[in-house]
């Protein structure tokens, strides 16, 4: 059973079918969610990269699924379990 549950913001929704084309991406983000789901920022692997963003981003979480697939995201822990999916794309697109 999930603990968390995922939410989608429209700009995510708008960002992810920029990426649909590509089989092996939507792989590896079907994976992603389904660690977020399950355990949040804390089940991800280190390779990911995870961690909390600075700036205007501030308390936002960001991870690698590819070198520069990024996903972007707020995690609520308590007393709601919710993750708000944020954004997906390269540094540039996310950033720039």
């Not at 991406?25 to 977020?36: A, E, R, V």
């Not at 600075?54 to 007393?79: A, S, T, V």
Request: with cysteine.
């Amino acid at each position: 059973m999930a603990k968390y549950k995922l939410l989608s913001s429209t700009q995510y929704k708008k960002d992810l079918k920029k990426v649909l084309n590509n089989p092996r991406s939507m792989m590896l983000i079907s994976k992603t969610l389904k660690i977020l789901e399950q355990d949040g920022v804390n089940g991800l692997p280190t390779s990911m990269l995870p961690h909390q963003l600075k700036g205007r981003y501030l308390d936002n979480w960001e991870c690698h699924i590819r070198p520069d697939l990024l996903l972007m995201w707020f995690q609520y822990d308590e007393p709601t379990k919710t993750i708000k999916l944020l954004r997906i794309g390269s540094h540039s697109e996310l950033f720039d």
